[in-house]
């Protein structure tokens, strides 16, 4: 697997803007910050809240109707082998727990209560114990065990990894899932996004005799038992393949294998099935195979017997133990807040979710973000990212500067908070889906960006610096006077720190550096750099000195930011992993979360738990 010699973190892609952007004047209801907490913005992929809802239909996709009423985020339902009862994950009382209800949506229980990410229930065959995917022990998914009638839970799996997607045997002697416990998270081809290598494993209920029985290296996943427990059913893809089968609509040509894999002897054999991503399979009787195909015009359930069931975007299904019904999860159409305050396990700071890349004013009152261009659609090339201003709580989100021409990326404010500064050209590697593969140091330049500034008003636009190197994410010295940003080109790679007055430019660093943040303090300045096949922060002082490395874990760190006293970090990572497989994720990057820690590096503390991509975050100072 060839690594790109250089790449540029970004952990939230432009997805960002159709998933994210708030609509400009909308409001929301606005709730005042407790004096003794610390508010955190950041950005989501997907989904939004109310994106996700439950349905029951006929098997074919008749009479269908919601199963419960729509909350923040309903999916991954399985029916119980009695027909009678449903579980589900689910984010209505914050963190991901698993609830069940009766079929008709009457009785709702909750099943599960920890801070912890809890999802991906599979009954036993007596329908008296669930085994599920959880972060309860080191913030990496295991399988635990849940006894429904105590509701008392073990674990069942442990490790590094994440185990996912569990499926009980028919004859309750096995238990089957997948695993990614032995990938190192390499990146994509000429990308910074990490593949997922997922490997299935079985373990008997009891966590004894533990086997591997795909071989590792590409991807196999989401395993169903047959009725006689003699094979199991799973789908797979090329490791290289599991970047595009992330998308919500992957590109044509990207098909996924249903395969039969005997369990005894090993052996694969590949399932008749059309082309496309197919994921999800179900093996309903000896002749019948259900999937869900992933597709811009055809998506939904499919039968191999040529018969099709309900239709869209549709994540996660499971039928009626008399194969007449199914449940399903599948995006709705939502309204978009621009200000949403989401739940947090850490009474201390207060999470909310907004758009892509937030900046706050000096004074706290307003933040700029990056949003689309008028005129521009989704999908368009270049899309004309722009510079976004908005009250705090969402209210008056108006575009301060656009160009239809160039892209937007990293808006900062001056510390004067009347002038913002960004980056502008066509930065391909962000808003060119993944088509921009970096191969070569020459390929960070993509025809040169510049950093630009803009009064807030959006008068007396100027660009500061010129050329054919690619410059962005600048960040001013809290006096003023100085700007950062980093830079690639032929004119050298690295940090660059600009004399507002003179226009004088001196090198800070000449690595694959990125993000630069100055501190609130002015004495250092802190940025992503590539490392030992992943992206670590450092800081540097302004003159160059005192170089420290902050973080040392597998997976990326980046898009940071720092607290308004300069004593914190708050920054997205890639350290905890996959926590479900990257077919069901909808996300370029959905192992990202969110993370705080202090300015030397120590006191980590982790903010987020779930399986969505988020990333981007910045800290509000208080009014």
């Known amino acids: 697997m060839r690594r790109p010699p250089i790449v540029v973190v970004l952990l939230v892609l432009p997805t960002l803007l159709s998933s994210c952007e708030p609509s400009a004047n909308q409001n929301s209801e606005f709730v005042p910050v407790a004096s003794d907490q610390e508010t955190i913005v950041m950005a989501r992929v997907f989904p939004q809240p109310g994106q996700l809802a439950l349905f029951v ?15 923040v985020a309903d999916y991954n339902p399985v029916w119980a082998p009695d027909g009678n009862t449903i579980v589900f994950t689910s984010e209505r009382d914050g963190s991901a727990d698993l609830y069940r209800v009766r079929a ?20 036993s065959p007596d329908g008296e114990q669930l085994v599920f995917s959880t972060t309860r022990v080191d913030g990496t998914t295991d399988l635990w065990i849940l006894e429904l009638v105590t509701l008392q839970s073990h674990p069942l799996t442990a490790g590094s990894g994440g185990d996912f997607r569990p499926a009980w045997s028919p004859d309750g002697q096995w238990i089957a899932f997948s695993s990614d416990r032995l990938s190192d998270l390499p990146f994509a081809y000429g990308r910074w996004e990490h593949l997922q290598l997922v490997d299935l494993y079985l373990i008997r209920p009891d966590g004894s005799e533990l086997r591997q029985i795909t071989e590792h290296g590409e991807f196999c996943g989401s395993p169903k038992w047959t009725a006689d427990s003699g094979q199991i059913i799973a789908y797979c893809m090329t490791a290289q393949q599991t970047m595009d089968s992330r998308r919500a609509v992957p590109e044509l040509g990207e098909d996924t294998q249903l395969v039969a894999i005997d369990v005894v ?8 099935a059309g082309p496309g991503v197919k994921f999800n399979p179900a093996p309903l009787d ?7 195909l992933r597709d811009a015009d055809e998506a939904g359930i499919y039968y191999s017997n040529g018969t099709r069931g309900p239709s869209g975007s549709i994540g996660t299904a499971s039928w009626s133990a008399d194969r007449t019904q199914v449940v399903y999860h599948r995006r709705v159409p939502f309204e978009r807040e621009p200000w949403v305050e989401t739940w947090s396990p850490n009474s201390q700071y207060r999470l909310v979710l907004t758009s892509a890349l937030p ?15 008028a005129g521009t659609t989704p999908g368009s090339r270049p899309r004309g990212a722009s510079v976004m201003v908005a009250d705090i709580g969402g209210t008056n989100a108006r575009t301060v500067y656009q160009d239809q021409t160039r892209n937007i990326l990293g808006p900062q404010w001056l510390a004067d908070g009347e002038k913002i500064a960004f980056g502008i050209g066509s930065f391909d590697a962000f808003f060119n889906g993944f088509h921009g593969l970096f191969l070569e140091p020459e390929d960070r330049a993509e025809g040169g960006a510049q950093i630009a500034m803009v009064n807030a008003d959006g008068s007396d636009y100027v660009e500061l610096t010129s050329g054919s ?8 010295s809290p006096d003023g006077k100085f700007m950062v940003y980093r830079t690639f080109g032929p004119e050298g790679d690295g940090l660059r720190i600009m004399d507002i007055e003179t226009g ?12 630069p943040f100055w501190s609130p303090r002015g004495d250092v300045i802190m940025f992503s750099r590539q490392v030992e096949g992943d992206y670590e922060i450092y800081t540097v002082r302004p003159d160059g000195t005192d170089e420290r490395r902050l973080t040392h874990s597998l997976g990326n760190d980046a898009h ?27 996300a370029p990057q959905p192992y990202g979360e969110i993370f705080v820690m202090r300015w030397d590096g120590s006191d980590v503390v982790q903010l987020t738990d779930n399986q969505w991509e988020e990333g981007t975050p910045a800290w509000q100072p208080k009014q």
Do not use: C, H
């Open 469 to 476: 190197n690619n410059s962005g994410f600048p960040s001013m």
């Open 504 to 515: 004088q430019v001196r090198v800070l660093s000449a690595g694959y550096d990125n993000f």
């Open 359 to 373: 900046a706050f004013s000096p004074a706290g009152d307003r933040y700029t973000y990056l949003g689309r261009a």
């Open 104 to 123: 008709d949506g009457s009785e709702l229980q909750r099943l599960t209560d920890d801070p912890a990410y809890d999802d991906q229930g599979a009954f």
């Open 286 to 292: 000896n002749a019948v195979l259900a999937y869900i």
């Open 560 to 586: 940071m930011g720092w607290s308004p006293d300069g004593e914190y970090i708050v920054f997205a990572s890639t350290r905890m992993g996959y926590k479900d497989e990257i077919t069901y994720t909808d």
């Open 265 to 272: 002897s090993g052996s694969v054999t590949e399932l008749a």
């Open 57 to 71: 239909a006929d098997a074919d996709g008749s009479n269908e109707r919601p199963l419960v009423d729509a909350s």
